[in-house]
């Protein structure tokens, strides 16, 4: 039984993981006349990026009943893709004046679906080669709304070197009026060009350099540099100058308590709650939980941005989403490790809460992340989209979490809370708690959470607009040294943030700074989904339950991980 367990995991893993070595290795070389595939994909509202549908729900041209899929991969899947071979004749290196796909008879109902899409601009996406092309499937008549015209002629312009596949290009043409009880002939035509244009540079074509590469996308860089030389300053400036005499006094033996009681007495602000500031938070299963899983992120993000620099994943279909699953796989030992180790330090001990502490890390994100899904996935299936994740997906999805992520997070758990020792704070905590006087209003830990996370969302919001760009503007994002610097910045700032506030806080002679801190840092995901609603109405023309359901589900996702991750 192990060993059947065994076997259908790590094949569940070789499925997973082929599409990424196989995108890599292949070198796409053709023999003369060779036949080249065309695949369709899908087809949508172009102003709503997330709401397409299976190429075949408008009634195109069937080539047979038995439709020939291509799997490629976990994220191909969760991107709403589905390659379907559309049989169309293509052999390397020979032209096709012009040949007819099919005559396609219009009825009431064919005529309806064609208009309708039509006028809500819907665009399709074939692969040749696995290089993308796009089209419109119709137009409509400017003078007059009720009249649609269907392209019923596909001219496919390829580009080669030698014997690979470096450029495809799509042009539509021959418009005919939508009209029932018409027949239109689907026809279409191939001509190969030679080119110099290298295999390693053929997609370049689709990467929108004067976008990404703008003055104002280096200009954001420089400022957020200047932001973490000023904010490191700062907290230079406290910690040398202000605590560090008195971080050595404080941290006396308990024989010396007598002396530091009498000078406590001379003293005001953070220094009278050195008794009480290393007491246990409330909810510390949640809190560590919530640590460990920012840890764990952060260092995820890392790692995906470090893959994406060496190995140029956006060139293949899925390949970021697949990686980052594969990823928070295997990198939630160390989200069980911090949590571990932050709970044992601040006393937490054996039995349930222990118990709860380790299934806490290693759910928490992915339910949070499966609810929201859950809810999108309903939506989609009603309206019948691509975007809907088949069950056998989400079978996958679910192995990868149940036998790999959740056993290392229980792992880490476990290691973390022996390894991190006994709590071994420089300050003795004292038996009552101290009680917390009232402070001016700008001295609250709401007021300090909230204003936490505006400076580092001042570090990021101008790479935001280009990642928010790139996923609902159909641009390739390929920056990640841009995202590398905007991330480790973003990083700096939120530590420096959160400890400043964490001073102010503890100046107020308020010593529940841990979730202060925490939602200081988190509070940042606050100013980055208000910067995404702001952007779906200023920078985007998406209409529609469907697409705003997704949007800002999306959105909401991302950013439960950002404020995590900010921690």
Known sequence: MASAAGAAFAAITLLILVPLTAASDSDHKYQAAEPVTLWVNKVGP?????????????????????????????????????LIDSQIDIKFGKNVDKATICSLDLDLVKAKQLSDAIENSYWFEFFIDDLPLWGFVGEADRNNDNKYFLFTHKNIVIRYNGNQIIHVNLTQESPKLID???????????????????????????????????????FSIFNSFMMVIFLTGLVSMILMRTLRNDYA????????????????????????VHGDVFRPPCNLVLLSALVGIGTQLAALILLVILLAIIGMLYI??????????????????????????????????????????????????????????????????FYGSLAAIPFGTMVVVFILWAFIS???????????????????????????????????????????ALMGGLLPFGSIFIEMYFVFTSFWNYKVYYVYGFMLLVFLIL???????????????????????QWTSFFSAASTAVYVYL???YYYHMKTKMSGFFQTSFYFGYTLMFCLGLGTLCV
């Open 46 to 82: 172009y102003n709503n990026p997330q709401e397409t549908y299976n190429y075949y729900s408008l009634p195109f041209c069937h080539a047979s009943e038995n439709h020939v899929h291509k799997w490629g991969g976990l994220g191909e899947v969760l991107g709403g893709n589905e």
């Open 180 to 218: 029932v009880n018409k027949a239109l002939d689907m026809t279409y035509s191939v001509k190969w060009e030679p080119t110099n244009i290298t295999f390693a540079h053929r997609f370049d074509v689709y990467l929108d350099y004067p976008f990404f590469e703008h003055q104002i996308h280096w």
């Open 249 to 272: 006094k404080y941290a006396r033996d308990d024989d010396d308590i007598e002396t530091l009681e009498r000078d406590v007495n001379e003293e005001s602000g953070w220094k009278l």
């Open 316 to 381: 293949g279909r899925g390949a970021i989403v697949t990686t980052f699953i594969v990823c928070y796989a295997l990198t939630s030992f160390i989200s069980g490790y911090v949590s571990g180790a932050l709970y044992s330090r601040h006393g937490g001990g054996a039995g349930k809460n222990w118990i709860k502490a380790m299934a806490m890390t290693a759910s928490l994100f992915p339910f949070m992340c499966f609810g929201i899904g859950l809810v999108l996935n309903t939506i989609a299936i």
């Open 406 to 448: 959740f056993p290392l997070a229980l792992l880490g758990t476990v290691v973390g809370r022996n390894w991190s020792g006994a709590p071994n704070n420089p300050c003795r905590v004292k038996t009552i708690p101290r009680p917390i006087p009232e402070k001016k209003w700008y001295l609250t830990p709401s007021v300090i």
């Open 491 to 513: 990083i700096i700032v939120t530590i420096c943030v959160t400890i400043v506030g964490t001073y102010f806080l503890l100046n107020a002679e308020n010593y529940h700074w």
């Open 531 to 533: 910067y995404s609603i």
